[in-house]
């Protein structure tokens, strides 16, 4: 599923995209408390200073669902119980100076803080009226908090959605790679849960091929791409070409498009009106 080698020492991300009904809430909710309960805050954090767990969800149902896995462990078990300081509506306080925080997406609202880890629920599926791609303003705004705490890790783990955002991005970029920073792992619905139903799969690819693939077989939709479908868009681009040199008898045509928001990009070209014949 990572198509790779295992990584020798533990990474600062773990991306990992799975199909519908893998166990995902059960993943993210079980780490979530895992690092709390074993975090080491000697030579972290300041004196009165907390590091914080924080769990993103796509909503505040989604949010409510995943503090309930997460608050089940410390209430059914005594051991882990016995480190509980406070619980609040949304947070579980620790006695080793960290608070578990289950949150709805907001990039806003998860500034100031001191992160040990951050955990990103379905992020494929983050929505803001105000940004195009949610997700990676999100992901840029962790940024800061997880650098203050050494040894802190990001899990983005989702379905997979458009050819879009950060989880497309992390996986196109890592998937398969050694790259000592970052794991990326990609799998179907059974790879993660043999114990899924194949039946239901099997119906469900039958009624529509292109949703339920990208829900239970982790392929990215196709049917979602905005204006110019990326692949064909991907195959027209040359990598790596910074600056070309004007060709001799080429009359060449500059263009902009201008900002006209603040969700889209100001963009400029250069190119040629007609190529020389013979």
């Given amino acids: 599923m990572a198509a790779r080698q295992p990584p020798t020492e533990r990474v600062r991300e773990l991306v990992v995209a ?3 009904g893998a166990g995902k809430d059960s993943i993210a909710s079980f780490l979530a408390a895992y690092i709390g309960i074993t975090f080491d805050p000697r030579g972290k954090l300041r004196p009165g200073e907390r590091a914080f767990i ?52 907001n990039f806003r609202s998860v500034r100031g803080r001191s992160i040990a880890c951050a955990i990103l629920d379905e992020c494929a599926f983050f929505r803001d009226e105000s940004y195009a791609n949610p ?48 794991l990326a792992v990609m799998g179907t619905t059974t790879d993660f849960n043999p114990s899924f139903d194949r039946q239901i799969i099997e119906q469900a690819l039958l009624e529509d091929p292109e949703r339920f693939g990208a829900e239970y077989l982790c392929r990215w939709r196709d049917d979602l791409s905005t204006f110019i479908d990326r692949l064909l868009l991907g195959a027209a681009v040359d990598t790596g070409v910074i600056v070309r040199p004007p060709l001799a008898g080429v009359h060449y045509v500059g263009g902009c498009d201008a900002s006209g928001g603040r969700n889209d990009s100001f963009t400029a070209a250069v190119i040629p009106e007609a190529l020389p014949v013979g």
């Fill in 54 to 105: 924080l769990c993103v969800a796509v909503d505040k149902a989604q949010a409510n669902i995943a503090f309930r896995y997460i608050a089940g462990y410390f209430e059914s078990i005594p051991a882990l119980a016995s480190l509980v300081s406070n619980v609040g509506p949304s947070t579980i306080e620790l006695r080793n100076g960290t608070t578990i925080e289950v949150a709805a997406n």
């Fill in 18 to 20: 799975a199909g519908r």
């Fill in 135 to 182: 997700d990676v303003e999100l992901y840029n705004a962790l940024a800061p908090g997880l650098a203050r705490v050494p040894g802190s890790m990001l899990l983005a783990i989702s379905s997979v959605h458009k050819r879009n955002g950060l989880l497309y991005q992390k996986i196109k970029a890592c998937h398969g790679k050694d790259n000592s920073s970052t």
